[in-house]
């Protein structure tokens, strides 16, 4: 079964496609994605093989620590990818993905730096940092 999602950014300008399996979502709390987002940082991962993105040379990256770089659409501004330096596998954000997605909610990081002004209360697993190894 060819294991296969799409989806874009909000305007259009760069869309991709996924093949094969992708992590289940992990959501962060820490503050660059706060920032970013606005809420937190919703996102599966993939190997860097499979993905497809159209609309490439519209996709600005902004290196936001020593180790890692994040994704947008140039246009729309539409964040998209977080790219671990070295990594073979690359982060998608969730709410990209054209639906149904058949993803599914795997975790919380980064709960200790969370906003005031919401809780988490789905019953996932929330890790105070990272996710233990």
């Known amino acids: 079964m060819d294991e296969s999602r799409t989806g874009a950014c909000l305007c259009g300008a ?21 920032r970013q987002t606005g809420l937190h940082y919703a996102a599966t991962d993939v190997a860097r093989d499979r993905l497809e ?28 990818f977080w790219l ?17 997605s058949g993803l599914v909610g795997g975790y919380h990081i980064f709960c200790a730096d969370k906003a005031a002004f919401y809780e988490i209360d789905d019953g996932l697993p929330a890790y105070q940092a990272g996710r233990p190894a």
């Open 84 to 100: 671990r330096d070295g990594s073979e596998e690359i982060s998608v954000m969730a709410g990209a993905f054209a639906e149904p």
């Open 53 to 80: 993105v159209t609309g490439e040379d519209m996709v600005r990256w902004y290196r936001a620590s020593d180790e890692a770089q994040r994704g947008f659409c140039g246009t729309c501004g539409s964040a998209l």
């Open 14 to 34: 760069v869309r991709f496609r996924t093949h094969g399996p992708v992590r289940e979502v992990v959501y962060c709390h820490c503050s660059q994605c706060r």
